[in-house]
């Protein structure tokens, strides 16, 4: 189920070579937002961690304006960076609206899955090119689009009295759909002019290691229930 890249293009082949794709787009905490039976206890545990998943985040964006490969794509990279920062301080707000004290979540240390993903990207974005970056980026802002659109297709999608009713209208809304278009066409294009068909063994081993890690992140909300 996807309607993201084009046809041939490097993200749908990724994808569809990622072993833990479906699990990533299909785990148990994201059942629990699709239905509204997901503890809260691990919803908020997920919000501090993917508050200090985003700091990580907008580091690796930023090493993107370094990687890009032009100055149009580094004038984009450098936006996202500053969409990014701009993020933080909405997602502090969100925290507050589930009770969560905003100096008590900037204070939180990141949990080992938070470090080991994020760690992961800046070190494959270290190591290699743009496209190694956007590869090992590819599965959080194409996949969280595609979680969106399951969970609303979804014959247990619970849309009145769902408390996570906020959270999937801002993936399934245009505006993030949008982004992870965009992100897909990107990695198509990227495919095309940075050799994506001579290196897809090694970039494929990549970007199917970071949607295991996000399966990973989704599991350490479920277990802090």
Same mark, same amino acid.
């Given at each position: ?8 293009? *490097? /993200? $749908? ?8 794709? =479906? ?5 148990? /905490?994201?059942?629990? !937002? &699709?239905?509204?039976?997901?503890? !809260? ?13 985003? *700091?990580? /985040?907008?580091?690796?964006?930023? !090493? ?8 149009? &794509? ?12 701009? =993020?933080?301080? !909405? ?8 009770? *969560?004290? =905003?100096? &008590?979540?900037?204070?939180?240390? =990141? &949990? ?15 190591? %290699?090119?743009? *496209? ?53 066409? $990107? ?8 050799? %994506? ?9 990549? /970007? ?12 350490? %909300?479920?277990?802090?229930?």
């Amino acid at each position: 189920m996807t309607d993201y890249g084009s046809e041939g293009g *490097l /993200f $749908r082949r990724l994808r569809a070579a990622a072993p833990a794709w =479906e699990a990533y787009c299909w785990h148990p /905490f994201v059942q629990g !937002l &699709a239905d509204g039976s997901l503890p !809260l206890p691990a919803f908020q545990h997920y919000l501090v961690q993917d508050y200090l998943f985003l *700091l990580q /985040f907008a580091r690796a964006k930023a !090493l993107a304006v370094f990687k890009a490969e032009s100055l149009q &794509a580094m004038r984009d990279k450098a936006q996202a960076v500053l969409s990014i920062l701009d =993020e933080t301080k !909405l997602h502090l707000t969100y925290c507050r609206e589930w009770g *969560l004290d =905003e100096a &008590a979540v900037v204070a939180t240390p =990141e &949990a080992a899955p938070t470090v080991g993903y994020t760690r992961w990207v800046l070190d494959r974005g270290m190591a %290699g090119d743009i *496209l190694d970056l956007e590869v090992a980026l590819a599965p959080c802002t194409v996949g969280y689009g595609e979680i969106a659109m399951r969970i609303n297709a979804h014959p247990s999608r619970r849309r009145d009295g769902n408390p996570y009713e906020s959270w999937i209208a801002t993936y399934g809304g245009a505006e993030y759909q949008a982004l992870a278009r965009a992100a897909a066409m $990107r990695l198509d294009t990227l495919g095309t002019s940075h050799g %994506g068909e001579a290196r897809f063994p090694s970039l494929s081993s990549n /970007f199917a290691e970071a949607a295991r890690l996000e399966t990973h992140f989704w599991q350490m %909300g479920l277990d802090a229930r």
